[in-house]
């Protein structure tokens, strides 16, 4: 399973073209929550960044703090190259693991479904290290296992017992508002870090 996290597991990915999480846009879950937020100094994490979609929604709507990880050289060079107007977002090639730094929001989209399910206490964690006191981690999961992987899935119930020691959980919920291609497959999620 570990070959799922190397470098060159995602690279090739990415040089055969073989992206098919990639929605060619913004996550219409993902937009409409952004779009409710106010405050755009906002330091705000996007793991796993591939194509760059919310990070680009973001600085066209003038957020001025985000920053993007991801483990794949192609596509972090890729992001550099067509985001390069942008001078308010760092874009760093690196394993998520090893990040250090502090969020007051990180967007997961189909960065924890990719990762070896033997490293989700590990994700929980690292995620509850990265937030500010206050800080949120919100977007979308899998409801649903697959039967080749990645990505892989999960329940309601699985992730309620996983997150439920750092975090609070404020909404985690079938998605409303999933491409069409996902509908009854999404959970929209809204934590917030539990305080100390």
């Known amino acids: 399973m570990t070959e799922f996290l190397s470098k060159d597991y995602w690279n090739n990915r990415y040089e055969t073209q073989e992206t098919g ?27 796993g960044c591939g194509s760059g979609h919310e990070a680009e929604y973001l600085l066209k709507q003038g957020f001025q703090n985000v920053t993007v990880i991801d483990i794949a050289p192609l596509a972090v060079d890729k992001m550099k190259s067509y985001l390069s107007d942008y001078h308010n977002i760092k874009i760093i090639c690196a394993d998520f693991f090893t990040h250090t730094g502090e969020y007051d929001l990180i967007l997961e989209q189909t960065f924890f479904c ?4 033997d490293l989700r206490t ?14 949120k981690l919100v977007g979308l999961l899998f409801g649903v296992q697959f039967p080749k992987n990645p990505p892989f899935g999960g329940s309601r119930e699985e992730y309620l017992e996983l997150f439920l020691n750092d975090f609070q959980i404020n909404i985690l919920e079938p ?9 009854g497959n999404e959970l929209f999620f809204n934590f917030s870090k539990n305080g100390i």
């Open 114 to 117: 990719a990762l070896n399910p």
């Open 21 to 47: 999480w990639d929605l060619k846009t913004i996550s219409p879950p993902l937009k409409a929550y952004i779009d409710q937020l106010s405050n755009k100094n906002l330091r705000i994490l996007i793991p």
């Open 122 to 135: 590990k994700y929980v964690q690292k995620m509850s290290e990265l937030l500010s006191k206050n800080g």
């Open 175 to 183: 998605c409303h508002n999933s491409i069409k291609s996902r509908e």
